[in-house]
Nanobody
Framework: QVQLVESGGGLVQAGGSLRLSCAAS????????MGWFRQAPGKERESVAG????????YYADSVKGRFTISRDNAKNTVYLQMNSLKPEDTAVYFC????????????????WGQGTQVTVSA
């Protein structure tokens, strides 16, 4: 089992930037595909971005393409989400997720989840 802890959330003005981090422990981090999700009040959780075990493959939701970048540092057991040009509609709790993978692929379903970090973007 892998444990995930997010950090880096906060309050930022529209147009600003934040970088979220997700530290993993408990298993070999490089064996896990990773993803970021978010859930706004009253809305369903939605996928934001994902990255393969090596970091060579990524995907993004249309709503964040060109503004967010997912990356990982397997030596530090950490996945990041760089968020630029933030908008009020990006306000949500952001979760990272992990899924054991034997191939270098991106996935859309995950087995392990962090507790989330709040991101609030003011207009």
């Amino acid at each position: 089992q892998v444990q995930l802890v997010e950090s880096g959330g906060g309050l930022v003005q529209a147009g600003g930037s934040l970088r979220l981090s997700c530290a993993a422990s408990g298993r070999t981090f490089s064996n896990y595909a990773m993803g970021w999700f978010r859930q706004a009040p009253g809305k369903e959780r939605e996928s934001v971005a994902g990255i393969s075990t090596s970091g060579d493959k990524t995907y993004y939701a249309d709503s964040v393409k060109g503004r967010f970048t997912i990356s990982r540092d397997n030596a530090k057991n950490t996945v990041y989400l760089q968020m630029n040009s933030l908008k009020p509609e990006d306000t949500a709790v952001y979760f990272c997720a992990a899924d054991r993978q034997y191939y270098d692929v991106v996935v859309r379903e995950y087995d392990y989840w962090g507790q989330g970090t709040q991101v609030t973007v003011s207009a």
